[in-house]
């Protein structure tokens, strides 16, 4: 199988196409279109048969994903799925290789093949701190990983240090650790700066960042809404 993306980067859409017999596993309400020889099934995110139900419940109250995916499966013939995420953005494509891992912030993940399998990456009290979930998911396998953004996808290939807000990180491949800290030195600074917390990415690997945070967005859009009326 194959993505193919369109309309990048602020209204992209990703389309599957399947070969006889092929499957892709994607987020609940993802889907757009499919072909009518598409069969879908809907389970655990963990993959149904090859999961648990205790898994996909861990995965989706503290991974932030939704609890169900569905399974597209071409029946009789190729066929193919389009799938769009729920905020505008962009979308990528990160193809696993053998005894390689992403690591994907919680709302980021959006489809792949059986092939791929995902669970979850305890961030321990370093998460309470950093403004994002207790989780990545973490997804290991081979194969393409479909991954969506709160617009444009920023490419990083760092070998050294980087500095990331924690709003804008979508994912990041093994070779890449992080801790926590203060954007400066002070907490009057840090918090001054309206930054707060950053994250310090050191090692080999890719990043991938988003140009909006979805946060922010959210407190600049909400200001300006008219009060509700009770």
Wanted: proline share 4%; hydrophobic share 40%.
């Amino acid at each position: 199988m194959r993505f193919d993306i369109h309309y990048k980067p602020a209204h992209s859409l990703a389309v599957a196409s399947l070969g006889p017999g092929e499957s892709v596993r994607a987020e609940s309400g993802a889907m757009v279109s499919m072909s009518t020889n598409l069969k879908l099934t809907t389970d655990g995110p963990m993959g149904g048969k090859k999961g648990s139900f205790l898994k996909g419940l861990k995965r989706a109250v503290l991974g932030g994903e939704s609890f169900f995916t569905n399974t597209f499966t071409a029946q009789g013939g190729p066929g193919e799925v389009s799938l769009a995420p729920s905020l505008c953005g962009d979308m990528v494509v990160h193809t696993l290789g053998s005894n390689e891992a992403l690591f994907i912030q919680g709302s980021s993940y959006v489809a792949a093949p059986d092939s791929v399998q995902l669970d979850t990456r305890w961030q321990g009290f370093r998460g309470l701190f950093s403004g994002e979930g207790l989780f990545f998911l973490k997804a290991t396998g081979h194969g393409p990983v479909l991954v969506n953004a709160f617009g444009a996808i920023h490419v990083v290939d760092l070998d050294g240090e980087l500095i990331v807000d924690t709003g804008h990180l979508v994912a990041f491949t093994e070779g890449l650790q992080y801790t926590v800290e203060k954007v400066s030195s002070g907490w009057i600074d840090s918090y001054l700066s309206g930054e707060g917390f950053v994250l310090r990415m050191r090692g080999r690997g890719r990043l991938y960042l988003q140009t909006r945070n979805p946060a922010e967005y959210g407190k600049a859009v909400g200001s300006r809404l008219p009060a509700r009326r009770e």
